[in-house]
């Protein structure tokens, strides 16, 4: 289904405004090492949760800065709300997912790099 216009403003307020809170927050949680952005965020159609998408780079241990984002809930949800302050009525519950979109480019090009090779050895 597709996302409304107003899904989509929200979904990016949140966005911008979540990626601040983790350039400043982020080492306190997860480390120096490793980099974390927000890749998207998509709001239900009655804006109620915003479903947050993480990139985590330099560990292969992904599931685990999720896991401590999770962890620091109320903190991150509290730095939200005062940034996005008056802008919206009610502040949604935030859901964290990891995007593995990069990981996924990168094996597919893999495989198919793999492919080229044995395709240029027959």
Known sequence: ???SKRQ???GELLR???SMILMEE???IYGRDKLVTVANVRMTPDLLIANIYISVYG???KQEVILEIE???QRLHQALI???GKQMRRMPELVFHLDDTVD???RVAHLLDGLESNKSEL
């Open 1 to 3: 289904m597709m996302e």
């Open 8 to 10: 989509k403003q929200v």
């Open 16 to 18: 911008r405004y979540f």
């Open 26 to 28: 982020g080492s306190n």
């Open 59 to 61: 560990t292969e241990l």
């Open 71 to 73: 962890d620091n809930y």
């Open 82 to 84: 005062k940034k996005v």
């Open 104 to 106: 996924e480019m990168y």
